[in-house]
């Protein structure tokens, strides 16, 4: 249980992280922000459904 929550947010973090050192502070946003374009498509395996389908939304809605 513990990977799901650690490894998605590392996505985020590290696309922050990322953008610092390119200079380009406003990528996370353009990428995870609310008003973002981009889209997200999750191939996963019937083992991840509870995670992928609850868990991860809730937690970048929790987020903001």
Known sequence: ?????EAPI????FLQQFA???GNDTLCNEI???TSN????H???K???VFHTIIWPALLMAHG
């Open 10 to 13: 590392s996505y985020i973090s």
């Open 32 to 34: 995870w922000g609310m």
């Open 20 to 22: 610092s050192e390119i």
């Open 1 to 5: 249980m513990y990977v799901w929550f």
């Open 47 to 49: 083992d991840n459904i």
């Open 43 to 45: 191939f996963i395996g």
């Open 38 to 41: 981009s889209e997200i498509s």
